[in-house]
């Protein structure tokens, strides 16, 4: 005589397969729609960080790894700095900060004989629409405000001297 194998559904069954179909579909429509209203909400963010006092060593050796995408926090961001241009300055003290105690700053009187220039970086992020803080990473992009230039190999403070923001 053959066994015949009937499959009953219980009431716990019958959730569970609901449960798990109701989470995907959320997660799918979630996915899909984050993916569509990150384009349509972005706006284009241009803007030059200038960087006074460094070394023409220093500097060279920055523009070398340029073009390069931003990094903050240890992740990338959505940004690239672009290109470099410099223009002479004269320094004649530079400041030190003690490693061991980061309060105690030196001056000292900078090496005559070194060549010193300002950096000036040509930025551009891309940055949410309606976010009035302009956040790049970590980082407010506002004019005049300090700013660290991250780049996978190098980090550099400067100032924000301008900015223009674009709808994407």
């Given at each position: 005589?053959?066994?015949?194998?009937?499959?009953?559904?219980?009431?716990?069954?019958?959730?569970?397969?609901?449960?798990?179909?109701?989470?995907?579909?959320?997660?799918?429509?979630?996915?899909?729609?984050?993916?569509?209203?990150?384009?349509?909400?972005?706006?284009?963010?241009?803007?030059?960080?200038?960087?006074p006092g460094m070394t023409r060593e220093l500097y060279e050796?920055?523009?070398?790894?340029?073009?390069?995408?931003?990094?903050?926090?240890?992740?990338?961001?959505?940004?690239?700095?672009?290109?470099?241009?410099?223009?002479?300055?004269?320094?004649?003290?530079?400041?030190?900060t003690n490693p061991a105690n980061g309060s105690e700053i030196?001056?000292?009187?900078?090496?005559?004989?070194?060549?010193?220039?300002?950096?000036?970086?040509?930025?551009?992020?891309?940055?949410?629409?309606?976010?009035?803080?302009?956040?790049?990473?970590?980082q407010e992009i506002r004019i005049g405000r300090n700013h660290?230039?991250?780049?996978?190999?190098?980090?550099?403070?400067?100032?924000?001297?301008?900015?223009?923001?674009?709808?994407?």
């Amino acid at each position: 005589m053959k066994k015949e194998r009937t499959w009953k559904f219980n009431i716990v069954d019958v959730v569970v397969i609901l449960v798990i179909v109701a989470a995907g579909l959320f997660f799918g429509w979630k996915f899909l729609h984050a993916r569509t209203g990150y384009n349509a909400n972005m706006a284009t963010l241009r803007f030059e960080v200038e960087v006074p006092g460094m070394t023409r060593e220093l500097y060279e050796e920055v523009v070398s790894y340029l073009p390069c995408q931003m990094t903050a926090s240890g992740e990338w961001v959505d940004g690239q700095i672009l290109s470099a241009d410099w223009e002479p300055c004269e320094v004649t003290y530079v400041q030190f900060t003690n490693p061991a105690n980061g309060s105690e700053i030196q001056w000292v009187k900078a090496d005559p004989d070194v060549e010193y220039v300002t950096g000036i970086f040509q930025c551009e992020a891309r940055v949410l629409a309606n976010d009035l803080l302009n956040k790049v990473g970590t980082q407010e992009i506002r004019i005049g405000r300090n700013h660290y230039l991250k780049g996978r190999e190098f980090e550099i403070i400067g100032n924000i001297r301008k900015m223009t923001r674009e709808a994407a």
